[in-house]
């Protein structure tokens, strides 16, 4: 682990300093991160793409000015979040996600049911609001501590708290009246 973090602090250096071959490094390192981060803020893979390729842009041309305050990483999550909000902003809510089967269970019914749970679930995030569903995607789907998302949201810890607090209890309803349907139509 140490090793990885001195190497980041060596190619972001580098970075800095204009090496676009060790920028190249870095956005091999989190491209997935960031594409995870936009798919799950916006539900649509071509805008999570394009989201991602303008998060490295910006950062690039943003990297002389990072100061090495947060991590690298954090950092870049705080241009990745930006970046997504300008954008979905700007765009028409998508509501048709391609949904996979995140299971290896060898039934059909099983599989159709975990597909179907899986689009219940990602549909229910993308109605909780931009902010909240922000908080929740970074803490829950990219595992950053609190202090991490509030330094990569710049907001207080306390507000990073009540985000995830609210995305929590609207998701727990929405959820709930689904199994309470499901439950019913059995």
């Not at 798919?39 to 690039?60: K, M, N, S, T």
């Amino acid at each position: 682990m140490v090793m990885v973090e001195q190497d980041e602090a060596e190619l972001v250096h580098k970075g800095i300093a204009g090496d676009k071959l060790a920028f190249a490094k870095l956005v091999m390192r989190y491209r997935s991160f960031v594409i995870g981060l936009a798919y799950r803020l916006c539900g649509d893979p071509p805008l999570a793409e394009d989201i991602a390729q303008d998060v490295f842009v910006r950062a690039w041309q943003a990297l002389p000015g990072f100061r090495q305050q947060a991590a690298f990483r954090t950092w870049l999550y705080r241009i990745a979040s930006n970046v997504a909000i300008e954008q979905l902003r700007h765009a028409r809510p998508t509501v048709d996600i391609d949904d996979t089967a995140l299971t290896t269970q060898d039934t059909p019914e099983n599989q159709v049911l975990c597909a179907e749970q899986c689009h219940v679930v990602r549909q229910a995030v993308l109605r909780l609001p931009l902010q909240s569903r922000l908080a929740l995607i970074l803490r829950e789907y990219e595992g950053l501590s609190y202090q991490e998302i509030a330094s990569a949201l710049d907001v207080p810890m306390g507000t990073v708290m009540s985000r995830l607090n609210y995305a929590r209890q609207r998701l727990g309803q929405e959820l709930a009246q689904y199994i309470r349907s499901s439950a019913a139509e059995e």
